[in-house]
């Protein structure tokens, strides 16, 4: 059997439909935009995208398993809450600290650069680290497919985790 602790990385994706009458939720911050994201939570990808990292780490499947969205207790759930309780279910218990988190977001609008700093700190806040280990960045598809016709928003991350048990 293999080695369960040290140093592991983990890689994680989501990705949602963009609607009308909905608030566009990106790392706990409240965007103002004409849509936001439908799921069964609040749908922020950002935040789902690192916790799949995270819990891919970990070795413990994907945000699926843990918060499936056929369970009405996750039916609006802020997203950050998720991460709190990944945080305290998975992460602690192992003895597991975050090194790094590098997401990107691809969105065609709106712009996001400004919202980067309260999102780290959103996150940085939850999973008791410094924001400066976090690095959140957008993308663009250039007008291309599903993202580039604002019909929906994706997430990409990667998170280095030390686990010590």
Do not use: W
């Not at 309260?118 to 599903?146: D, R």
């Amino acid at each position: 059997m293999g080695q369960t602790n040290g140093l592991r990385v983990g890689f994680g994706f989501d990705v949602h439909r963009l609607i009308e009458g909905r608030p566009l939720i990106l790392g706990g911050v409240n965007i103002p935009f004409s849509k936001g994201l439908l799921g069964h939570s609040d749908a922020d990808v950002l935040v789902h995208a690192i916790i799949d990292a995270i819990i891919g780490a970990m070795g413990e499947g994907d945000i699926g398993c843990h918060f499936p969205d056929t369970d009405p207790q996750y039916k609006n759930i802020s997203s950050l809450r998720l991460l709190e309780l990944v945080c305290h279910t998975i992460m602690l218990p192992r003895q597991a600290e975050i090194m790094n988190i590098d997401a990107t977001i691809i969105a065609q609008a709106p712009k996001l650069n400004p919202y980067f700093t309260e999102m780290k700190n959103q996150i940085a806040k939850v999973l008791h680290i410094s924001p400066s280990i976090i690095n959140i960045k957008a993308k663009t598809t250039e007008g291309l497919g599903y993202i580039g016709h604002s019909e929906a928003m994706a997430a990409y991350a990667v998170v280095g985790v030390e686990i010590k048990k």
